[in-house]
């Protein structure tokens, strides 16, 4: 089930179109105002569908923190001021659809569903072998190569670069790694994430995997 955050102030309207994407089977966060969706950006819902025009922060700010956190977090703007302004702004912003108000909710509901199908479409099952800065990761058989010699990674350092890998671009939390990467039953310390990483920049030293101070960590990738 695909998880939406919907940002629109008109109380009223939130509902209606909460409603009609419930009743499609997403599950939809809603929220009425900009500063408390902006507290959630780290949640990386599936889509997020934005009004611009929120009564304390605008939805041109929230989008910016949206991208900047995971670029590739799709959005949709809603809006009835200038509608070729906004759609021409959302654009260079990042949105990957827009709205005009009015409109009916059976519209968003069709354009929502184009977008989660293509983000479907695209968590298909990546091919075996996927480069990186000129390393060859080969999932299939968990190996690592470097210009044709193996390098040796142990199993939860291969299984914490493919996660890095899924993730590209995505700030992921020490709690986020360990439990997708040691499980549930793990209950030593945290500090196993950071002992492991430190190993893989050691062996992997052209990745940029970037500390990012009092979260986590991300993968960036070209």
Known sequence: MATIYLVEDEEHLNQ????????????????LEGEPALQK???LPDLWILDIML????GYQLIKAIKEYNQETPVIFMSARNQELDRVVGLELGSDDYLSKPFLPRELVIR?????????????????????????????????????????????????????IENGNTVVSREQI????????????????DDTIRRLRKKLARINLETVYGFGYKLVVK
């Open 112 to 164: 929502t569903n184009k977008i989660i199908q293509r983000l479907h479409n695209n968590k298909e099952e990546p091919s075996a072998d996927f480069h990186l800065e000129d390393y060859l990761v080969d999932r299939k058989q968990r190996t690592v190569f470097d210009d044709g010699q193996e390098i040796i990674l142990t199993n939860k350092e291969f299984t914490l670069l493919l996660y890095f």
């Open 55 to 58: 009564p304390d922060i605008d």
């Open 16 to 31: 209606l179109l909460k409603k009609y994407l419930e009743k499609e089977g997403y599950k939809v966060v809603s929220f």
């Open 41 to 43: 950006v780290q949640d």
């Open 178 to 193: 360990l439990e997708k990467v040691w499980g549930d039953n793990y209950f030593g310390s945290d500090r196993v994430v």
